[in-house]
């Protein structure tokens, strides 16, 4: 049976898996200092997935700002290239899950990122987010579309308390 977990990364341990995910998922096409650009430190959280107790896929979320209720950045989402694909929509949707309740819980009120994968932008759509508008990122070869997500005053988070699922307001969580 396949015991898939879904944590804020609290250990260097989880750091290191972390970062050893977004290796293999980006290293063999992108020069390090891209992808480890110095600021996965900088007022970040790194959330890690783990099947079964082996990592399997990752995501940074560096605070931007804290004007007009905070900013996030949803980025460096990576998953093990082995991962199967049913298995990899199964952990995008619980990363993406995750990482709303996250924002939520945090008081943010916008959430933004880059996606170059047209398939990704229709996955996150679907979550919320927009393109800016803004013109794309160039890294390399390839073009990385801002986008951006409100999170609305009704907006809800997935709130997990002695074993009972419960959904509360964004306003509730403040």
């Given at each position: 049976?396949?015991?898939?977990?879904?944590?804020?990364?609290?250990?260097?341990?989880?750091?290191?898996?972390?970062?050893?995910?977004?290796?293999?998922?980006?290293?063999?096409?992108?020069?390090?200092?891209?992808?480890?650009?110095?600021?996965?430190?900088?007022?970040v959280a790194h959330v890690l997935v783990t099947e079964n107790d082996n990592p399997i896929a990752c995501m940074?979320?560096?605070?931007?700002?804290?004007?007009?209720?905070?900013?996030?950045?949803?980025?460096?989402?990576?998953?093990?290239?082995?991962?199967?694909?049913?298995?990899?929509?199964?952990?995008?949707?619980?990363?993406?899950?995750?990482?709303?309740?996250?924002?939520?819980?945090?008081?943010?009120?916008?959430?933004?990122?880059?996606?170059?994968?047209?398939?990704?932008?229709?996955?996150?759509?679907?979550?919320?987010?927009?393109?800016?508008?803004?013109?794309?990122?160039?890294?390399?070869?390839?073009?990385?579309?801002?986008?951006?997500?409100i999170f609305g005053k009704t907006a809800k988070a997935l709130e997990i308390k002695d074993g009972n699922v419960n959904f509360r307001t964004s306003?509730?969580?403040?």
């Amino acid at each position: 049976m396949t015991n898939i977990r879904v944590s804020t990364v609290s250990t260097i341990d989880q750091l290191v898996k972390c970062q050893h995910i977004r290796s293999v998922a980006f290293l063999s096409t992108e020069p390090y200092e891209e992808e480890f650009d110095g600021k996965d430190l900088e007022m970040v959280a790194h959330v890690l997935v783990t099947e079964n107790d082996n990592p399997i896929a990752c995501m940074r979320l560096r605070h931007v700002t804290s004007e007009d209720g905070g900013t996030i950045h949803w980025g460096r989402l990576a998953m093990a290239p082995t991962l199967p694909g049913k298995l990899r929509m199964v952990t995008l949707n619980l990363i993406a899950k995750y990482v709303d309740n996250y924002s939520l819980k945090k008081g943010f009120h916008r959430a933004i990122g880059e996606v170059a994968d047209k398939r990704l932008m229709k996955f996150w759509n679907k979550r919320g987010f927009q393109l800016t508008g803004d013109n794309p990122i160039i890294y390399g070869s390839r073009e990385f579309w801002p986008i951006e997500k409100i999170f609305g005053k009704t907006a809800k988070a997935l709130e997990i308390k002695d074993g009972n699922v419960n959904f509360r307001t964004s306003q509730q969580l403040q």
